[in-house]
């Protein structure tokens, strides 16, 4: 299986995982499944860009979760 295939196979796994998910948060296991989303999508980001630090592709990550839940300013030059 090329390198392309097992990332689309992986990532249609997780998404099938975090419908599931939505489904069963009684159940508690929505921390975990958020742990497991989030590895995923940082190996598939880390593959994708292998001259990148992992420190790099995480702050990205980390970055872009306050940019959804509105917590990030604008900077102001001078």
């Not at 995923?40 to 990550?61: H, T």
Request: charged share 30%.
């Amino acid at each position: 299986m090329h390198f392309q295939q097992a990332q689309l196979k992986l990532l249609l796994e997780v998404i099938k995982m975090e419908k599931n998910l939505s489904k069963e948060k009684d159940l508690g296991c929505e921390s975990l499944m958020n742990t497991v989303s989030e590895s995923v999508w940082l190996e598939l980001a880390a593959r994708a860009n292998p001259d990148l630090p992992l420190s790099f592709i995480k702050d990205l990550f980390e970055a872009e979760k306050e940019r959804q839940e509105g917590l990030l300013t604008e900077y102001q030059f001078g």
